[in-house]
């Protein structure tokens, strides 16, 4: 038996998915060495974590057939102090 997953990778203006079949019983680990197998992607530098549909997930966690599988890169700015550094610049003529 098989399971069909997506694996999703976003940036602000674009994103990438890659529709897989896995065995069933297949983590995201194996998800993830599938992925780089047919991308090429490199190793884990752009990964912060992972992700099945917003709920964040390990290494360990098995996937069940539909899930999609989102890779988690890490901020490019703290969300508070952005929010404070838009916050000044309105107050500011």
Not at 27 to 44: E, I, K, M, S, Y
Not at 79 to 89: N, S, V
Request: aromatic content about 6%; hydrophobic content about 45%.
């Amino acid at each position: 038996m098989h399971i069909h997953i997506e694996v999703i990778l976003a940036w602000p203006d674009r994103y990438r998915c890659e529709r897989f079949e896995l065995p069933a019983g297949a983590t995201v680990a194996d998800a993830l060495a599938a992925w780089r197998a047919r991308t090429g992607a490199p190793d884990d530098a752009l990964i912060a974590g992972h992700a099945v549909y917003g709920v964040r997930a390990t290494a360990a966690t098995v996937l069940r057939d539909g899930d999609r599988l989102e890779l988690l890169r890490a901020l490019q700015a703290d969300p508070k102090d952005a929010r404070r550094r838009r916050a000044l610049k309105r107050e500011t003529p």
